[in-house]
């Protein structure tokens, strides 16, 4: 299980942090956690090309953490993307309303020639293909959560919090 920090900044740019953005290597696949401003940018220097990113799993839907959203789907709609796997959207209750809007807005972040899968989480416990995932609520705004992915094939474990007050 590896765990490649793209950004851990706020929303208050500085030149050497980008806002929230994870990259999650785990059982086979690759996943963002936090997608915020910059995290596309900064995904190529690890090697991963976005055709690659099995999942992306937002931990509230503040700007800093979730607005490279809108680019991202932008950005698979390119004809290199076309046919890719599916794209799996993890958050909580309000997901399915924020990209409704993100669309009325943008148009052309809707999925064209690949699926878009889109799951709002309550906290408790679901399998991500081979991972165990935990989600947890956190106190920060009404629709946070927390996420602890485990590979229980020896893999270990990694937590994200986002913010949290407190
Ligand atoms: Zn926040």
Redesign the pocket.
């Known amino acids: 299980m590896r765990v490649t920090v793209l950004g851990s900044g706020t929303a208050v740019p500085v030149a050497d942090r980008f806002p929230a953005g994870y990259l999650l290597e785990a059982g086979g696949l690759r996943l963002l956690v936090d997608c915020g401003p910059g995290t596309l940018r900064r995904l190529p220097s690890t090697g991963t090309d976005l055709g690659d990113i099995d999942a992306v799993f937002l931990t ?1 839907f ?1 700007t ?2 979730c607005a490279d959203v809108g680019p991202l789907l932008f950005a698979l709609r390119n004809p290199r993307y076309a046919g890719r796997k599916p794209l799996q959207l993890f958050a909580a209750p309000g997901l399915d309303r924020f990209l409704r809007l993100l669309a009325d807005a943008w148009p052309w972040t809707l999925p064209r020639d690949y699926q878009l899968h889109t799951v709002e989480l309550l906290p408790g416990s679901v399998a991500v293909g081979p991972l165990h995932l935990q989600v947890l609520p956190i106190r ?2 009404a629709q946070s959560l927390g996420y602890r992915f485990a590979d229980p094939h020896g893999g270990g474990s990694a937590a994200f919090s ?2 949290a007050d407190e």
């Open positions: 509230h503040h800093d953490h920060h705004t986002g913010d």
